[in-house]
């Protein structure tokens, strides 16, 4: 045991200490001072967003090996005592568009441009040149995915419980899981690599759909997010977090967030308005209200909801309901998910995922996981309305759904919500 631990802490300390070294790269090796960090943005041809943090890190030795214990334990501390740095100016040059921005009081700024040339054919990622301005000027160099002409659909995807398990917001368990614990498939959910990757490359292979990360966690744990994801082989994407926590010893407890996530998920909509949006999220928290509201602004738009199936709690049940009421009405499908491997089904079946894909999430999730006997998807279709006309709301028996998701409590349940003519992709393709 004292071995694992030890393996684990030291593991952990490289990856804590690994932004630390990369930061100096900003102000000459191995010196502080002001450090840029942008973070991964987004975009379409037409507008770019990108985010980033300006803070002061303490010098470290020149000469010293980075990779000693003593070296990583120093980076450790200058780590802990970054301080943030507001009120300084940031230009941001993105083709032939140009901005000047502020830094907020926690050191974040946000730039938001409007290109008028014609971008590069080739390439999802295109660079950002940012300039931060002090004696002497501090260049750095983001990045922002605009989804290449291929793609058919946008996927957002929620972090929490959904690709990882919960423990993302606290540092020291997070850690634990992911380098104490040897099994990293208790840290992802297994198989949700070999998903990503099918929905990214799309049916054809080679769709490049954006995809966009939603996480409640603060942006401080932006680099070890960015580190798991490249670890199990999750496609990369911008991750927008949720709130800047702004924890200090006067304010110990995180800020309230309100309505960012669907603010967020309204934005990407208005952004990539002729492209329809896959939703993906777990049943654990507040995700069936906050896609049950999108579903129901934007009929038509999104092609299917996935839920993780996390939780067994009854009123967790009522909101799902909700939910399965809101997307039958817009003529899309709910997949109560009990694992990956059903999510790839249903993905595949919709044309969302090639066929063969789903092999490679099952052979994955069979890899990670304790593997065990998996009831039958339940299948629930929206009865159309009973009147002549039309109208009305698609019958959903919420005894129906509650009955398929507790069954016999032993074994998760997937459960597919569907209209009796469920909609397809190249059907929503506008």
């Given at each position: 045991m004292a071995s694992r631990v030890r393996k684990g802490a030291t593991k952990a300390l490289r990856v804590l200490?690994?932004?630390?070294?990369?930061?100096?790269?900003?102000?000459?090796?191995g010196r502080g001072g002001l450090v840029?960090?942008?973070?991964?943005?987004?975009?379409s041809r037409d507008e770019v967003f990108l985010i980033g943090r300006v803070f002061h890190q303490s010098p470290g030795i020149p000469g010293e090996d980075p990779e000693s214990l003593r070296a990583?334990?120093?980076?450790?501390?200058?780590?802990?005592a970054r301080r943030k740095v507001a009120g300084v100016t940031v230009t941001a040059r993105f083709g032939d568009a140009a901005t000047r921005v502020e830094t907020d009081r926690d050191g974040y700024f946000r730039v938001h441009l409007h290109p008028r040339a014609a971008l590069p054919a080739e390439g999802d990622w295109h660079p950002v040149d940012l300039l931060l301005e002090a004696e002497p000027p501090i260049p750095a160099e983001g990045a922002v995915f605009i989804p290449p002409e291929s793609c058919?659909?946008?996927v957002v995807s929620d972090i929490d419980d959904t690709v990882m398990r919960t423990g993302v917001a606290n540092k020291l368990k997070m850690l634990w899981r992911l380098f104490v614990e040897d099994a990293e498939s208790r840290v992802a959910f297994p198989g949700v690599a070999a998903l990503y990757r099918a929905l990214h490359a799309g049916a054809g292979g080679d769709a490049g759909n954006p995809m966009?990360?939603?996480s409640r966690a603060p942006w401080g744990l932006y680099?070890?997010?960015?580190?798991?994801?490249?670890?199990?082989?999750?496609?990369?994407?911008?991750?927008?977090?949720?709130?800047?926590?702004?924890?200090?010893?006067?304010h110990p407890l995180p800020r309230r967030a309100t309505d960012h996530k669907q603010a967020l998920i309204r934005h990407m909509l208005a952004l990539y308005g002729d492209l329809p949006f896959v939703l993906i999220g777990d049943s654990g928290q507040h995700d069936p209200e906050v896609y049950a509201q999108?579903?129901?602004?934007?009929?038509?738009?999104v092609l299917a909801v996935y839920i993780r199936n996390v939780s067994r709690d009854a009123a967790r049940i009522e909101e799902i309901v909700r939910l399965a009421g809101a997307v039958a009405r817009a003529g899309s499908s709910l997949v109560l998910a009990a694992d990956s491997v059903a999510m790839a089904e249903h993905a595949a079946a919709i044309g969302l995922i090639a066929p063969e894909a789903v092999a490679g999430v099952a052979d994955e999730h069979a890899a990670d996981a304790e593997t065990g006997p998996r009831r039958e998807t339940a299948r629930i279709t929206a009865e159309p309305p009973d009147d002549k006309a039309g109208a009305g709301d698609p019958a959903i028996s919420p005894d129906a759904i509650a009955e398929a998701l507790v069954g016999d409590g032993a074994v998760p349940a997937t459960v597919v919500v569907?209209?009796?003519?469920?909609?397809?992709l190249p059907s929503l393709r506008r």
């Open positions: 200490t690994r932004p630390v070294r990369r930061a100096q790269g900003y102000g000459g090796k840029v960090e942008p973070y991964r943005g987004y975009g990583q334990w120093r980076d450790l501390r200058r780590r802990i058919r659909c946008v966009l990360y939603v680099e070890m997010l960015s580190e798991f994801f490249q670890r199990h082989g999750i496609p990369a994407g911008p991750v927008l977090f949720l709130r800047e926590w702004g924890l200090s010893w006067t999108i579903v129901e602004e934007n009929p038509g738009r569907e209209p009796e003519e469920p909609a397809s």
